[in-house]
């Protein structure tokens, strides 16, 4: 069974940092592009960040400068960093894996970035 299981999130002020993890299980990430989500209450559903099986990150304007998408594949783990982080960043974010017709989501986690 595949397992995407988010991790790090929780409540931050603003100017703060959160570092959020996947974990996956029953897969090998390594040939699965990776790409972390965001939705907030009454909004839809954002894309955030990508990075692809060979490690090339792409980033949403929104975040682009503040988060950093990576990838340890020996771990089946992919992070995202999040630097100087606002209340706008406010979300659940969720990772998903695909590859090919294969896709695959998490949970999700919360991020809420307040003071």
């Known amino acids: 069974q595949v397992q995407l299981v988010e991790s790090g999130g929780g409540l931050v002020q603003p100017g703060g940092s959160l570092r959020l993890s996947c974990a996956a299980s029953g897969i090998s990430i390594s040939i699965y592009a990776m790409y972390w989500y965001r939705q907030a209450p009454g909004e839809q559903r954002e894309l955030v960040a990508t990075i692809t099986s060979g490690g090339k990150p792409n980033y949403a304007d929104s975040v682009k400068g503040r988060f950093t998408i990576s990838r340890d594949n020996a771990k089946n783990t992919v992070y995202l960093q999040m630097n100087s982080l606002k209340p706008e960043d406010t979300a659940v974010y969720s990772c998903?894996?695909?590859?090919?017709?294969?896709?695959?989501w998490g949970q999700g986690t919360q991020v809420t970035v307040s003071s």
């Open positions: 998903n894996a695909r590859f090919s017709i294969m896709n695959h």
